[in-house]
């Protein structure tokens, strides 16, 4: 009884850690990018960016997307050392969410208060996400995402990352 009551409280812990660990990183790398000044929600009236990005945080986290998220990012950030690639931007399921330009999964050439960001509710329920990379480079990013203890298997031919709730298609860019 006690065992159960343990890892349930350590499960809850480590579940609270992830969603302040997502906060943090997506409002740091909001900063870094001169998008908000500050990352206090406080002022989250003032800023737009600031405003979606919070509700946006909120959803992934009643979606149960937080740990598959910072798992994406983990792997997109060690293709970015190992490999010194990065996702094509303005392509990719990807692009419609701040969170995931804030943590540097996506890239944008201009980002303002006016663009539309979507709902990941409709992004979940999309199943398959898709990620681009260069097509000279993308077996090089396949091979070493396999070779780095993911979980990948392929989908009518295309390479596929699977996440716990998530399918992330790593595709061509041409």
Known sequence: MVKNKNQK???ALAMKNSIEAL???TLWGLKKLGLI????E???????ILRQAVAE??????LGLTLDLLSLKRMIDGIKQYLLLEPVEGKGDLQ???VAFALGITKQEVVTENNVWSSWNLLKNKKILSLYYPSQQRNRVVDWVRNNGYNTSTYLGQPIVRLEHLYIMIKNAR
């Open 23 to 25: 906060r943090f990183q």
């Open 96 to 98: 419609t969410s701040i």
């Open 57 to 62: 945080i909120t959803e992934i986290n009643e």
């Open 37 to 40: 000044d500050e990352f206090h």
């Open 9 to 11: 409280r350590k499960a």
């Open 42 to 48: 406080e002022n989250q009236d003032d800023n737009n």
